[in-house]
Nanobody
Framework: QVQLVESGGGSLQAGGSLRLSCAAS????????MAWYRQAPGKQRERVAV???????NYADSVKGRFTISRDNAKNTVYLQMNSLKPEDTATYYC????????WGQGTLVTVSS
């Protein structure tokens, strides 16, 4: 079993920055992709960013140039640096880790006010 612990969510005004962290622990043998998803009230969950073990990244168009995903393989941790936040970024953000199966974090709420 793998446990994911997220941190870093909060409330802030538009234009601000936040950094989310997600640490994986437990029976970790090999982590493949790591990603961040988000789900706003009344909307479907969407992938925000993904990073491969080698560091290749892909972003949703809505966050390109503002968000940066990174990972520390030695710490089994993935980060999401979010800059120039907008009210439409308000959502619960979920960490995702792929090993031989998928794991999801508990979610951390990000609220951006105008």
């Amino acid at each position: 079993q793998v446990q994911l612990v997220e941190s870093g969510g909060g409330s802030l005004q538009a234009g601000g920055s936040l950094r989310l962290s997600c640490a994986a622990s437990g029976s970790i043998y090999s982590i493949n992709a790591m990603a961040w998803y988000r789900q706003a009230p009344g909307k479907q969950r969407e992938r925000v960013a993904v990073i491969t073990p080698g560091g290749n990244t892909n972003y949703a168009d809505s966050v390109k140039g503002r968000f940066t995903i990174s990972r520390d393989n030695a710490k089994n941790t993935v980060y999401l640096q979010m800059n120039s936040l907008k009210p439409e970024d308000t959502a619960t953000y979920y960490c995702y880790v792929l090993t031989y199966r998928e794991y999801w974090g508990q979610g951390t709420l990000v609220t951006v006010s105008s």
